[in-house]
Each structure stands twice: as structure tokens, then as C-alpha cells.
């Protein structure tokens, strides 16, 4: 099970069978350092301890939740309803003392209609200066003073003591129409609810398409709305609005995952019931909650493979309870990592994953369902150091977000997918990277490795199976720190820069199926620490430099399919820690040299398809260890070389399609007990089939036809073939009208029209 607290020792998956190297585990040795969590507090001093959200205070949360500071409405007026409910989530705050930049100054609203609420005889408000109050008509006085002294006798008359009625009437009126607009508000937040929760039975608001956290090219469509029917709501969706620019719950899509996330679990169903409380660490924690319940919706959480846990509990675990599948934790409750690895995500990851600021690894891999583009959001998680999307089915372009924003990024792997576009000169903003993957998707366009060159620490570039193009600049030898360099498959043309010979860290070079063309480089030979060289599939020529020789570490060398020509240096066989030796289908020419007779770690020699003309007569120095011999297809003459049947574990030996002349020499039988696979067609070799082939027990395959073999084949090799033998091909002479070869148990007889 993939640990989503061990994510930063990834593994690269195989190279493929066609890469030989034994690379295909590629570790990093600093895996346990960058797994180390910090567990400082992401929102500062003031956010204190809230962050970790234990079972107290979540308890307290929840008590909170059931008031909403209602008990000071019977003793004075809310300030919601002075101002048209404008900020329910400030009304919260029983006590006052959270700061809310919604809520208006109530300072000058007395409603006991003492002041600014009517006007004077001269229709100026009696809140004017004292210049205009005492120049107005009708004798009215100083009004100061009569405000303040109710019990002096009124000056005026009749007209003075009506107009004082009716302005306290007025007030009255407007006491009691704040009263009534309170009781409505408690009811609503009590007995009101939207349609499908359990607050009760009022109709369900229309709800207005989703506006996308993503930049829009135009304005939305506007439809109908209402103002949410429970307090929570309004609370929840205050809040949400004030933190996530473009995130307005009021307006999801109804079946959205926004919708399901809000609506449907946050607002009802989340066990845990948290509440704003007006600390960061607190709207952090609700929108985490908001953003993980949107992933689970947006990529069918319900039929995942492993969805243990989810939109249950404590999403960390920090309650006693276990946490979420697939999530990692630091130590004051922020999600660190997500990791699903073939977990059946079908859908479309959402851009509510930005929301999960503190996510250091977000590992989301072997989903062969989960489609859609790579959010421009994921840009914006800026603690990001290892993004691993791969094997899943996105499509689009690599976010430039990813380029901009994420520079503590450590690992990118977006391989197998189809993903599309280039990859922009803006990569090598990244400048912490050490791992950038992107094999088999539709990429195209040249590499920039003038920009790629400004990633100082880059160690493997995984470009395989794209469509990239142009020639590799030679800057690509400016990156001291590359240790891994994958870049075939693609359509890279021109030729080697001799400045690859910089790379002398490099330990894997795969080059293999593009259109380079030229001479290898001789500085090729400063490559000391390179393990694996895959040069397969250009056209390339010229002769192999001899400074190859050079490169001890060699493992692996495949130069097969160019157009290399003259003798095999000599000094390949200085090549000690060679297995892998592949150079087929090239002009090379001459006898195989002695030398690599006494490489002691060879195991596969593959010459086929050159114009070799013979093979060392020592080999004591390979007979233990090389198991396959090609040959094919050259210009040896003469009998089989007798040093080939000391290679006593030899498995595959292919000598077809040469000159060879002949019997078959009695030893291949006797001492070649391992050969699985033994190809001699196409050659000159006569005299009978000897019978203790009887003796290769192990042998599948045994092509004997197009030669001047004659008698016939014996009860022996023919028992191979039955139930108990594995020899399921058994080619001879023994068709056309006259046979030379007299076989009864052949799976081909040739001439033919198999043959």
C-alpha cells in the first residue's frame, strides 16, 4: 500500500525489456530527509493551538452552534437586522469581539428616536448646525435643549405638542418593526430549512451555475437565486466567500461535487459540525474538510478501491479515531500528503485541491479512469515538493501554473497519459527540481535545454515516448548534477553535442529510436560513471571511438540498428563490468577481438547482421558466464568454432545465415546442456543430425533447415517433441520432392510453404 507519509521514494517503473539495464529502480538517497515533517504552525502566533482542532474545542465548536449568540437579541437590537442581514456570520459572535469588515457602524442608529430621525419645522434635520437651527421660522427656540428636558413646558402651542406625538409615534412604529423583523430572523434560523435537509420543509432555492475558480472568458449566465435557509449555511458560506476568492456555495451547480460537498456533508451530515470562530486556523480546517469531500465526490469517492474512513471523523485521526485512506498529516492537523495509488478514481480531479495549502506530496497514480485536464489551481499549492499524476488519463497541457509558482518542487512525474502541447522555456523556473518525468504522452516541440540548463540540481529527465523534436542543444551538458537522461522515442534529429561528455555524473543515457545522425563524440569516454548506453535506432555512423574503453562502469551497451562501421575497438574488452553488449544490425566488420573473450561479466553478446568474419578462439574468460551468443547473419566461414562448446552455460546460440561448413561437432551435444534456443539454417553444414542433440533436455527451438544434412532424425530428438520434451519447433530439410532429411516428427519441413 502506497504510504502517504514515505512519498518522496518513488519509484520509476521499468525502463522496458528493450532497455536491458537493470535501472528500472531508481531510489534517492535522500528519500528519508525530504519524508521529515515540520510541524510549524503554517498560520502564525495568532492562530495558537486552534489549528489542531482537538475534542475539545471541537465539542465547544459544536455547543457554540447551537445559539448562535441569540440571547442578546431580546435585550437589544442585532446589527443583521439593521442592516438587512448583511453579515449573519458576525452575529456569531455573542460577545462582539470578532472584527467583521461587513458589518456596518451602528453608532449613529439609535431607534429611540432621539436623533436623525425626523425633521424640523423648516425641514432641515434636527441633526444640522446650530447656525441653521437658530435662524428657522416658527419660533422654535433652541431644540437642544427642549430634547434634553422633557418636562419643560413646550413653547409653540398646540402645533409644538402635536408635532412631539407624532414623533413618538413614529418611533414606536419603527421598535416595533425591528421586533417583528427579530422574530422572523430566530424562526428562520430554527424552523427554516432547504428542501432535503432536516430543518424542515421549506421550498429549496434555486441555485445558479457554479462560477470556476478558474479565470472565465466570460460572464456567467446570471439565474435566479435565494438567500440560504439556515444559519449554518450563511455562516459556512461567509465565510468561504471571505477566504476562497469565487468560491459562492449560493451558486454550485445542484449535483455538483461542490454541491454534495457544501450541501450535502458539510453543512449536514460532517460529524464533526466545525464552526468559524474567526481564527484562520479554524477556516483553514472547514475548508479542508470542504476540499477533501470534493475530491471524494469529483472522482466517485463511493466506488473507490480503499475508501476507508472518508467523511468520517477526524480526516487526520488526531480525535483517537483512525484518520483517511490515503491522506498524511502534520502535527497541527494540515493535510502534508494525498496519495492514491489504483484506487478506481474515475472523474476529473477538482480545483478545490488548491485549497490544501499545506500538501507537500500529492501522489494520484495508476487510475486509468481519471481523465481531464491537470488543474491550473494545482499551481497555486505552493508547498508542493513531489507531484506525481501519472498513469491515469489526463489530457491538455501541463498547467504554466506549475511552471510559475511551484518552487519548492522536487519531483514532477506526469507520465502515461496524453497530455499534449510543449514543454515551455518556463520549466527551468523550477529551480529546486531534481526529478522531471513526463515519458509516453503526445508532447512535441523542442526540449530548451538552454532553459532546462538553469536547473542546477537536476538529476533525471524522463522525456521518453513523445513527439519532441529539434536537435539537443548543447547546453544539456551544463547540468553537472544529471544522473538519469531518457530521451528516446521522440523525433530528435541533428548530432551528439560533444558536451555531453560534461555529464560526468551521468550514470543512464537512452537515446534510442530518434534521428540523430553523425560520429559518437569522443569526449563520450569522460562518461566514467555511466552505467547504461542505448544509442539503438538512429543513424549513426562512422567507427566506434576507442574511448569507449575508457568507461568502467559500463553495464550496458546498445548501438545495435546504425550504420557504424570497421572493427570492434579492442578496447571494449577492457570493459569489466560489461553484461550487455548489443550491437546488431551495423556494418562492422572484421573477426570478433580476443579481448572480449576475457570479459568476465558478459552474459549477452549480440553481433547479428554485421559483416563479421570470425570468432575468438579463446573464450575461458566468458564460458561461465555469457548465456546468449548472436551471430546471425554475418560472413563466418569455415566449421562451427570448437570454443563455442566451451561456453557451458550458453542458453541461446545463434549461427544462422553464415557460411559455415561441416558437421555439427559432437560436443554442442555433450556439453551445451543448457541451450534453450539453437539456430544453424541457412548455412553449408553437412553429414548426418548427430543423435545426442537427444541430450538438450531444455530445448524449445531447434532450426537445422537450408544446410546439406542427410539421414534422419533420431527417436531420440523426436521424444523432445512429445509430452515430455519442451521442443515445440523442429525445423529440417524433409520437404519437396526429394528430401534429404527424413523426419517424423518435424513441426516445418522446407522447402515449403512455411519455410
Request: proline residues 5%; glycine residues 12%; contains cysteine.
Amino acid at each position: 500500500m502506497l504510504n502517504p507519509n514515505d512519498l518522496d521514494r518513488e519509484e520509476f517503473g521499468d525502463r522496458g525489456a528493450d532497455n536491458f539495464a537493470d535501472d528500472s529502480m531508481i531510489g534517492s538517497a535522500h528519500a528519508g530527509a525530504m519524508a521529515t515533517d515540520p510541524a510549524a504552525d503554517r498560520y502564525g502566533a495568532d492562530a495558537g493551538g486552534a489549528a489542531s482542532a482537538g475534542d475539545a474545542n471541537v465539542t465547544n465548536m459544536m455547543d457554540d452552534t447551537s445559539t448562535f449568540g441569540f440571547a442578546s437579541v431580546t435585550s437589544s437590537v442585532t446589527r443583521e437586522t439593521l442592516a438587512g442581514a448583511a453579515d449573519t456570520r458576525a452575529a456569531t459572535q455573542a460577545s462582539g469581539d470578532v472584527e467583521s469588515n461587513h458589518t456596518p457602524d451602528t453608532s449613529d442608529m439609535d431607534v429611540s428616536g432621539e436623533k436623525n430621525v425626523y425633521s424640523n419645522g423648516n425641514g432641515n434635520s434636527a441633526g444640522a448646525s446650530k447656525k441653521s437651527r437658530k435662524s428657522g421660522s416658527g419660533g422654535g427656540g433652541d431644540m437642544d435643549k427642549k430634547f434634553k428636558n422633557e418636562d419643560a413646558p413646550a413653547s409653540g402651542g398646540p402645533n409644538k405638542r402635536r408635532r412631539r406625538l407624532m414623533i413618538i409615534g413614529a418611533g414606536v412604529l419603527v421598535v416595533a418593526a425591528v421586533l417583528i423583523a427579530v422574530g422572523v430572523t430566530m424562526l428562520g434560523g430554527k424552523d427554516g430549512g432547504r428542501a432535503g435537509t432536516s430543518g424542515g420543509g421549506t421550498a429549496a432555492p434555486t441555485i445558479s451555475p457554479m462560477p470556476t475558480m478558474r479565470p472565465t472568458t466570460g460572464a456567467p449566465t446570471p439565474s435566479p437565486t435565494s438567500a440560504p435557509t439556515t444559519v449554518r449555511e450563511t455562516i459556512l458560506g461567509d465565510m468561504m466567500r471571505e477566504v476562497v476568492p469565487n468560491l459562492a456555495p449560493a451558486a454550485f451547480t445542484a449535483g455538483s461535487p461542490q454541491h454534495q460537498a457544501f450541501f450535502g456533508w458539510l453543512v449536514d451530515t460532517d460529524p464533526l459540525q466545525l464552526t468559524p470562530d474567526g481564527t484562520p486556523a479554524m477556516d483553514s480546517r472547514i475548508l479542508q474538510r470542504y476540499a477533501l469531500a470534493t475530491l471524494y465526490f469529483a472522482t466517485g469517492g463511493d466506488s473507490w478501491g480503499n475508501k476507508n474512513n472518508w467523511l468520517n471523523g477526524d480526516e487526520c485521526g488526531f480525535n483517537g479515531g483512525p484518520g483517511w485512506y490515503g491522506l498524511g498529516c502534520n502535527d497541527v492537523g494540515e493535510v502534508r500528503a494525498v496519495a492514491f495509488d489504483d484506487n478506481n478514481l474515475v472523474g476529473e480531479l477538482p480545483a478545490e485541491l488548491s485549497i490544501l495549502k499545506a500538501v507537500e506530496n500529492l501522489v494520484i497514480k495508476n487510475n486509468p479512469d481519471l481523465e481531464g485536464t491537470i488543474p491550473l489551481e494545482v499551481g497555486s499549492m505552493t508547498e508542493l515538493r513531489q507531484l506525481a499524476l501519472y498513469n491515469n488519463a489526463h489530457t491538455g497541457e501541463i498547467p504554466v501554473t506549475i511552471y510559475d509558482n511551484l518552487i519548492h518542487l522536487v519531483y514532477l512525474n506526469l507520465q502515461d497519459n496524453r497530455l499534449t502541447g510543449e514543454l515551455r522555456p518556463e520549466v527551468g523556473q523550477l529551480s529546486s527540481l531534481k526529478k522531471l518525468i513526463l515519458f509516453n504522452n503526445e508532447l512535441e516541440g523542442p526540449i530548451h535545454a538552454l532553459h532546462i540548463a538553469n536547473i542546477d540540481e537536476l538529476e533525471y529527465l524522463g522525456l521518453s515516448g513523445n513527439k519532441f523534436s529539434g536537435s539537443i542543444a548543447h547546453q544539456i551538458g551544463n547540468i553537472p548534477s544529471m544522473e538519469y537522461l531518457y530521451l528516446d522515442n521522440n523525433r530528435f534529429t541533428g548530432t551528439l553535442p560533444t558536451k555531453l561528455g560534461l555529464l560526468s555524473s551521468l550514470k543512464s543515457f537512452n537515446l534510442d529510436n530518434n534521428e540523430v545522425f553523425g560520429n559518437i563524440p569522443t569526449e563520450i569516454g569522460n562518461m566514467v560513471d555511466l552505467e547504461y548506453l542505448s544509442l539503438r535506432g538512429n543513424s549513426l555512423s562512422g567507427s566506434i571511438p576507442t574511448e569507449v574503453g575508457t568507461m568502467q562502469s559500463l553495464v550496458t551497451m546498445n548501438l545495435a540498428t546504425n550504420f557504424f562501421n570497421g572493427e570492434l575497438p579492442e578496447e571494449i574488452g577492457a570493459l569489466d563490468n560489461l553484461k550487455h553488449l548489443y550491437l546488431f544490425q551495423n556494418k562492422i566488420e572484421g573477426t570478433i577481438p580476443d579481448l572480449i573473450g576475457t570479459m568476465a561479466k558478459l552474459k549477452v553478446l549480440f553481433l547479428s547482421s554485421n559483416k563479421i568474419t570470425g570468432f575468438p578462439a579463446e573464450v575461458s574468460g566468458i564460458s561461465d558466464t555469457l548465456t546468449e551468443l548472436y551471430l546471425s547473419d554475418n560472413k563466418i566461414s569455415g566449421p562451427i568454432p570448437a570454443s563455442v562448446c566451451d561456453l557451458s552455460n550458453l542458453e541461446v546460440l545463434f549461427l544462422d545465415s553464415n557460411f559455415l561448413t561441416g558437421e555439427i561437432p559432437d560436443c554442442v551435444g555433450a556439453n551445451l546442456q543448457s541451450l534453450r534456443q539453437l539456430y544453424l539454417f541457412g548455412n553449408q553444414l553437412t553429414g548426418y543430425i548427430p543423435q545426442n542433440l537427444q541430450n538438450l533436455k531444455q530445448l524449445t527451438a531447434l532450426g537445422l533447415e537450408d544446410n546439406e544434412f542427410v539421414g534422419d532424425v533420431s527417436q531420440g530428438i523426436c521424444k523432445l517433441t512429445n509430452n515430455n520434451g519442451v521442443l515445440s519447433e523442429l525445423w529440417t530439410d524433409c520437404g519437396g520432392a526429394e528430401p534429404s532429411v527424413s523426419c517424423e516428427c518435424c513441426s516445418t519441413c522446407c522447402p515449403g510453404p512455411n519455410c
